[in-house]
């Protein structure tokens, strides 16, 4: 077996794991943050989960004209089985359809709680505009959104539920320091509009002394 001398190095760089000590964990400061919610979508016949189609080749997008949109779901996972590919979050890329006939569209969709523009979703959730969809969908707690129903085979889940994220419904999580915070930094934490990625912030400049 040939082993790279990038890789001893890279061995040798590595730390050794010392025992721990509860007492030493006392000085320090922990953080827990979640990094979606995830909602449970029912599948069992007849009830199943409800999936608004929003792709160029769905029917109601055919008027627009084939090739004139591209729906990417950005917030899904093609790989496990029970995400099914889905999610609560598209963006919709316009070809040559117009983005307000979009919305109009997207917005009469049932299980849709939000739709954006390029600017609005990109003021909103603090995206880079430059690489944002010219609409974003967003559905509710109870709905998640595909692309077309080739794509979206759910024979893997066998019963289990769907679970998927990407939706407002899903954004509510734990945001957990084992310190209590100092004055200014509970001020800006009752004041809501925490982003997960605050809490590398409050974990060094946050909590009370």
């Not at 953080?31 to 792709?55: L, N, Q, R």
């Not at 995400?83 to 070809?95: K, N, P, Q, T, W």
């Not at 024979?155 to 769907?162: H, I, M, S, V, Y």
Request: proline residues 5%; aromatic residues 8%; charged residues 15%.
């Amino acid at each position: 077996m040939r082993i790279s001398l990038a890789a001893v190095l890279l061995a040798l760089s590595l730390p050794v794991c010392a025992q721990g000590s509860a007492e030493a964990a006392k000085g320090k400061i922990s953080m827990c943050i979640g990094c979606h919610g995830i909602s449970m979508y029912k599948t069992a016949f007849p009830e199943v989960y409800s999936v608004p189609m929003i792709a160029g080749s769905w029917q109601r997008m055919r008027a627009f004209g084939t090739g004139t949109t591209t729906v990417i779901c950005p917030i899904t996972d093609y790989f496990v089985a029970h995400h099914g590919a889905l999610g609560s979050f598209v963006r919709v890329y316009c070809r040559g359809a117009a983005p307000e006939a979009v919305m109009r569209l997207a917005r009469a969709l049932p299980g849709i709680e939000a739709v954006h523009d390029k600017a609005s979703a990109a003021r909103l959730f603090d995206l880079p505009p430059d690489r944002e969809g010219d609409v974003v969908v967003i559905s509710d707690a109870a709905t998640c959104i595909g692309t077309t129903p080739a794509a979206h085979d759910l024979k893997a889940l066998a019963g289990q539920r769907l679970r998927t994220h990407g939706g407002l419904a899903e954004s509510r999580v734990p945001f957990i320091l084992n310190r209590p915070l100092n004055a200014a930094y509970a001020a800006r934490a009752a004041r809501g509009s925490l982003r997960n990625f605050h809490i590398f912030d409050f974990a060094i400049n946050g909590v009370a002394a």
